[in-house]
């Protein structure tokens, strides 16, 4: 069984900073993918970026281009999210998800974390 686990995230300003973290128990995976995904309230859920393990290619959401960047630790297991200039439409619970590369893209991952809470005020 896969486990993620998010951190990070937090009660915010409008133009601020955070950065998103999430660890996971194990990368034997072919072709892994690793995801950020957010639902705002009464929204449906959404995919903000994703990383692929073996070359490290990267992927965004029109709204998080120019201001998120999705990294990775794989000697931690950990993939990172760095949102700046954050907007009150960012609020949302954030989760990160992992499984082959087209179920993370289509939101059909296999393993999902519980979610982080982020909110930006204005």
């Known amino acids: 069984e896969v486990e993620l686990v998010e951190s990070g995230g937090g009660l915010v300003q409008v133009g601020g900073s955070l950065r998103l973290s999430c660890t996971v128990s194990?990368?034997?995976?072919?072709?892994?993918?690793i995801g950020w995904f957010r639902q705002a309230p009464g929204k449906e859920r959404e995919g903000v970026s994703c990383?692929?393990?073996?070359?490290?290619?990267?992927y965004y959401a029109d709204s998080a281009k120019g201001r998120f960047t999705i990294s990775r630790d794989n000697a931690k297991n950990t993939v990172y999210l760095q949102m700046n200039n954050l907007k009150p439409e960012d609020t949302a619970v954030y989760y990160c998800?992992?499984?082959?590369?087209?179920?993370?893209?289509?939101?059909?991952?296999?393993?999902w974390g519980q979610g982080t809470q982020v909110t930006v005020s204005s």
């Open positions: 998800a992992t499984g082959p590369l087209g179920t993370v893209v289509a939101g059909l991952a296999d393993y």
């Open positions: 194990t990368f034997n995976f072919d072709d892994l993918a």
């Open positions: 990383i692929r393990s073996s070359d490290g290619s990267t």
